[in-house]
């Protein structure tokens, strides 16, 4: 059972966001993450949409946590990027059982307590304590962006 | 969030041998199931260590739903079939953040959570009532098995 590869993505951005108050960028998150920077760039937008992201105008210009997305749930994030999807595929894979099945209920429910426990955990429970600093060193130290000039805000 | 096709199966074919103490045979399975014949046999080779299933010897023979399988619980066969992986790929994508992540530790308790609500079903429960012989007649449509033999136990 896994998670979609765009709400790993999505969850991994919205820590590492969250870690710091000042702007990054598609490209800084690309290399921070090692992640494709094409698909950073749909998550970015999607965040955006979900108000976990808002727009950095400017010539420093970016993306940033949000100042109220740290309320914001882990458990709205994997919604937002799962959607309605189950975890079995009834209907696209034609299972000739769904007339008479039990499961797909029972399913349902345990996926119920799943988002459940997610919904519980804020954005900001993620980066609380000394996780938040931890997580910045790591980009930093990934993709030098430790070394920004201070006026970048950190 | 997907299960795995194994598992899938794995879940069809405990839930339409649990309906029916008939025996069956992979291939009825993959009929019936609309799968393929090869990766039912994998599935049911499985099925068989883990408990759920039986051989059946002798001309008419196949697997059957193991007498005591009803007491087994979804929970338990999506353990054996998912195996101890998480939700996401923190080590096979190398994900840089993973020594300050929170994350990962609420993934497995939303994960625990899902695997606890089907830790609490039995494979009976699903063919309790009129879902077992509802199950049977769709088995038994897709495929003609409705109109094996008398002694064949239906």
């Known amino acids: 059972m896994k998670l979609n590869q765009s709400t790993d993505m999505a969850l991994r951005i919205a820590m590492l966001t969250a870690a ?8 800084e998150l690309a290399t921070q993450l090692a992640l494709s920077r094409s ?26 946590f949000a100042e109220q997305a740290g309320d914001l749930t882990v458990g709205q994030v994997v919604r937002a990027f799962e959607g309605d999807d189950e975890v079995v595929s009834c209907e696209q894979s034609g299972c000739p059982l769904i007339a008479g099945c039990r499961l797909r209920g029972e399913l349902r429910r345990a996926q119920a307590a799943f988002l459940g426990v997610l919904d ?12 938040g600093p931890l997580l910045l060193r790591i980009g930093g130290l990934a ?12």
């Not at 710091?20 to 490209?27: E, K, N, Q």
């Not at 998550?43 to 108000?51: P, S, T």
């Not at 993709?143 to 950190?154: H, I, L, Q, V, Y």
């Open 20 to 27: 710091s108050p000042a702007r990054t960028t598609v490209d």
């Open 143 to 154: 993709s030098g962006a430790g070394e920004r000039p201070p006026e970048d805000g950190r």
């Open 39 to 64: 698909h950073v760039a749909k998550v970015v937008q999607r965040l955006q949409r979900i108000g976990v992201l808002v727009t950095v105008r400017g010539r420093f210009g970016g993306v940033a």
């Open 120 to 131: 519980g955990v804020r954005l900001n429970d993620l980066v609380d304590g000394p996780a």
